[in-house]
């Protein structure tokens, strides 16, 4: 494959669609390097002294490891003094985080989950970083919580970053969704994969099982199927995997086909699931729905959902879009 850098790609798709004018192409290349700084802290790992506990807190109550803060920082940092952004909004902070006044302030608003699967982080498995880009409404002066309730479909960027045995980054404005592989040694980002499909047959799924017992019925009754296997109504054996990065799971699903799942439960029936909407499925449900998959949360698309709160949560089904329609169908009925 002809070596193809990630601004050369975006410059290209411009001058084809029409859809990333400079301040767009600003933004992801900033995004982009942020995510090089990142995968260089995550890369050093005890010899940088980031591994462990920051011993302090989130908004969503969940211990921060020293790195969800220095990625979190990172972003902020990377994004604050383009011109590009009006406002950012992260996983670890409660509030949004307006541009500081002595910048000047752009038309896109930026939401991040900088360093998503902190379980595994100590461990040294794959863990990533997952953004969605959304316009600022016409006519905002001071950007609010508020005019970051957009639903998913309004997106115009979304990506993520897996910090693996590769840094990848894969990335969707809207045409089809490429993945960039970071040359270390060059510092920069080469495409590698070219409007990725995502298999429609599968024999994989991914859940977290340990809450089987607390499952509703229809995830139970589509679980059931697949673990029957050959002699079940499904006709074929199914594998599991779990690896607890919801980017690294994506990331299979994205090459190899699958589904991924993480239901609401009956622990907390106020709780809808873990995962969080505006910048962990509204992001993967874009980049999975350009990849030719579905994504729902169990009764309609992630991306029509109206967010209510900037850390809503949301039950997710995303992947191989037979699979995901089918347990999406046991909901209905
Ligand atoms: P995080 O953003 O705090 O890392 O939490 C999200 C992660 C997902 O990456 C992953 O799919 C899920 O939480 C794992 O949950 P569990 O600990 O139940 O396996
Ligand atoms: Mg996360």
Known sequence: MKRISLTQHLIEEQRLHNTIPASLRLLIE??????????????????????????????????????????????????????????????????????????????YML??????????IDVNVSIGTIFSVLKAPDGMVTPSEKDFLQCGAKQVAAGYAVYGPQ??????TGNGVQCFTL????GSWVMTQRDIQIPAETKEFAINASNARHWHPPVK???DELLAGE????????????????????????????IFMYPADSR?????????????ANPMAFIVEQAGGAATNGRQRIMDIQPEKLHQRVPVFLGSKGEVELVTGYHRN
């Not at 990172?74 to 604050?80: F, H, R, S, T, V």
């Not at 040359?183 to 060059?186: A, G, L, S």
């Not at 690896?243 to 699903?253: E, G, L």
């Open 268 to 280: 907390e029936p106020d709780k809808a699931g873990k995962l969080r909407l505006m910048y962990e």
């Open 231 to 258: 002699t079940g109504p499904r006709g074929k054996d199914f594998n599991m995997r779990w690896i607890a990065s919801m980017v690294a799971d994506v990331h299979r699903i994205l090459n190899r086909g699958g």
């Open 30 to 107: 900033v995004v982009a390097r942020a995510c090089k700084t990142i995968s260089h802290a995550v890369g050093k790992g005890a010899l940088g002294d980031v591994l462990g506990s920051a011993h302090s807190e989130n908004v969503q109550g969940e211990v921060q490891k020293k790195l969800d803060v220095i990625s979190n920082e990172i972003l902020l940092q990377a994004n604050e003094w383009g011109g590009h952004l009006a406002a950012m909004a992260s996983e670890e902070m409660e509030t949004i985080h307006p541009i500081p006044n002595r910048y000047p302030m752009g038309e």
């Open 183 to 186: 040359d270390r040694e060059m």
């Open 167 to 172: 840094t990848v980054l894969v990335l969707t």
């Open 111 to 120: 939401l991040f989950d900088p360093l998503d699967g902190s379980s595994n």
């Open 221 to 223: 009754r589509y679980i």
